[in-house]
Structures are given as C-alpha cells and as structure tokens.
C-alpha cells in the first residue's frame, strides 16, 4: 500500500524555466547586458548539460557556480564577471516561483491521503522560500534537500535519507515524481521506490524507461494515486 508521495521541486512543482529567464532578465537589465529571444536558449542549453554532470557525479553544484556563467558569457559574446553574476542569479532565483499548471491543485488533492513530500537537489532555504512564495509549501509534511541532507539525488543515500523521516513506510510504500529520467526515476528506482515520469516537455520515451508509469500533466496523477 503506497504511504508516501516524494515529488521533485524544480520543473515538476515549479516552472525552472519561467523562473530562470525572470531572474536572468532582471540581473542582465540591472547590468545594462543585452538580452533577446537566443539569450535563454544559449542559458538553458549550457545549463542542462553542467546539470547531467552533475547528476553522473563528475561536477559539483560549487564547481558549477564557479564557472557557470563565465561560460554562458562567453557562448554569448558577453564580457562579464560570471561569478559575480552567478551570485545575483541565485538571490534573484530564491525570490522567484512560478507554480506548474496544476501543482496546486495535485497538491491539494495529495495532502491528507499520503506523506507528501519535495524532494530535491538544490539550497534548502531557497527552495522552502520558493514553496511558500508559491503557496504550495503548506500542503508539505516533509521538504527534502540535498544541502541539508548532505547527499544529491539520484544517489540512494538521498533516498535512504529521506526515508530515515518516516520510520513506518517501506522503500516499496513510497512513489517518486519528477521530470528527471536520471535524477528522480533512476534514482528513486534504485532506493526501491516506485516512479512516475512527469514527462511535461514530451519526450520520446526512451526503450528501457525505469518509470513505473508516466505522465504528461500532473492533473493525470489523480487517475494513478
């Protein structure tokens, strides 16, 4: 019987894409740096790939900072300091929240019936900030972190971490939700949970997906659990 429901933050609850491209625009204005229609694609695409390497344990979320921006700068011709803007970036990101389409009411709709949980890898006191500016954070019994964890998924220990706060509930009574096919399906497969891929951007669904089932809105979870 399933007990609890583990769900990832970023571009599962909350719109990453929507909250990065506020926050790079606001910083780019504040430094007088331009920015058109290519600029959050040349963001998203160096992003996405530091992130996987992350994920694969070759990168650091603190090497990440280091260099992130320099080398978007650079992909963009733009002479800037990179380190200091990586600063202004995330300050900016921790008050920036843009709920999914449905996170509230999937939420609502959760609360009550399982241990609802988020789960993810980032800043603890950002992601609580961002919850609560959303107005999902109520409906959370537990908010899961990897900087206040001390591990990142799709590491089991993030896993075994998160399940040391709910002493009566199995590895096997837990289902993890998110968009990461690498972060919160192969990890939540790997600790013995059971995974649903939110699979918002409609990818192709790859020949031997871990997922235990898939969706493409999180409203579709009400037909699942």
Not at 16 to 36: H, N, S, T, V, Y
Not at 137 to 151: A, T
Request: a negative charge; one cysteine or more; hydrophobic letters at 45%.
């Amino acid at each position: 019987m399933l007990k609890a429901v583990l769900m990832d933050i970023d571009d599962t609850l909350l719109d990453f894409g929507k909250c990065a491209e506020q926050a790079m625009r606001i910083g780019f204005a504040e430094r007088g740096l331009p920015f058109d229609n290519s600029t959050y694609a040349v963001f998203t695409r160096i992003n996405d790939v530091l992130w996987q390497q992350i994920e694969r344990g070759e990168l650091t979320t603190q090497q990440l900072f280091e260099f992130r921006w320099n080398r978007i700068f650079e992909a963009l011709g733009i002479e800037a300091d990179g380190v200091a803007f990586e600063k202004r970036f995330l300050d900016l990101l921790y008050e920036t929240a843009f709920p999914v389409d449905g996170a509230d009411e999937i939420c609502r709709y959760l609360k009550g019936k399982y241990i609802l949980c988020a789960a993810s890898n980032a800043f603890h006191d950002q992601q609580l900030n961002r919850l609560e500016m959303s107005g999902l954070l109520p409906y959370f019994d537990h908010v899961f972190v990897s900087e206040s964890l001390g591990y990142r998924k799709p590491e089991k220990a993030f896993f075994d971490a998160c399940r040391a706060f709910l002493p009566d509930v199995a590895a096997d009574e837990c289902v993890m939700i998110g968009d990461s096919l690498t972060a919160d399906i192969a990890g939540g497969k790997n600790a013995g949970m059971k995974t649903i891929w939110y699979n918002h951007a409609h990818r192709p669904v790859p020949e031997h997906c871990a997922a235990d089932q898939i969706v493409d809105s999180l409203l579709e979870l009400k037909t699942l659990l």
